[in-house]
C-alpha cells in the first residue's frame, strides 16, 4: 500500500508492521530480511517470500493466513445443497426398484396355476398322487421286463 506522509507530502510504500492488523504490530524490518520465512503470529501464519529476478531486490511477497478453521457462510449453505443433489437420487432409484420388484411378483403370483386333484371318478389314468392312485404314470421310462431273448441265442450253449 502507498500513503502519503503528512507534513512532507511525499509518498511511499506502506512497511508490513504498519497495518492494522494484530499480526502486523509483531512484525520488524529484521523479520523481512533475508530468504524465505515462515512465522506464527497471533492466530496467524506469516509467510515473507522474497521476488527473485534482477532489480527486485528490494521487493517481497507477504502472506498472512488464519491458522484457525472458518467457515464461510455462502459456501457452507451451497454444500448443503451439494448433498442433496447427491443423495436425491438413492431414495428414488430405491423406489423405483421396490415398485418394479413388487409387480414383478404379482404378475407371477397372478400367472401362477393353482395345480388341484383330479376328480374323484376319473378313470384315464389321471388319478392324483396326493390320493396315492395306481393309476399315475411317471414322466421317467419304465424299465421293461427285459430284453427279447432270440431262439438261437441260447442253443448250443451249455
Known amino acids: 500500500q502507498a500513503f502519503v506522509q503528512s507534513p512532507t507530502g511525499r509518498t511511499r510504500f506502506r512497511h508490513a508492521w504498519e497495518l492494522n492488523a494484530s499480526w502486523a504490530q509483531q512484525l520488524n524490518a529484521a523479520d523481512l530480511t533475508g530468504g524465505v520465512q515462515e512465522l506464527e503470529m497471533d492466530g496467524f501464519r506469516v509467510a515473507v517470500v522474497p521476488l527473485p529476478g534482477r ?3 528490494h521487493f517481497r511477497v507477504l502472506v498472512a493466513a488464519e491458522t484457525q478453521p472458518f467457515v464461510d457462510e455462502s459456501m457452507h449453505s ?3 445443497q451439494a448433498r442433496t443433489v447427491v443423495a436425491l437420487p438413492y431414495p428414488a432409484g430405491l423406489t423405483i426398484w421396490l415398485v418394479w420388484a ?13 395345480v388341484r386333484p383330479a376328480p374323484m371318478g376319473a378313470t384315464d389314468g389321471a388319478e392324483s398322487i396326493m390320493r ?12 421293461g421286463p427285459g430284453r427279447p431273448v432270440s431262439p438261437d441265442m441260447g442253443a448250443g450253449r451249455l
Open 132 to 143: 396315492g392312485g395306481v393309476n399315475v404314470k411317471s414322466s421317467l421310462r419304465q424299465r
Open 55 to 57: 532489480g527486485m531486490e
Open 102 to 114: 413388487t409387480h414383478r411378483w404379482w404378475k407371477n403370483r397372478r400367472s401362477l396355476k393353482r
Open 78 to 80: 451451497l454444500l448443503g
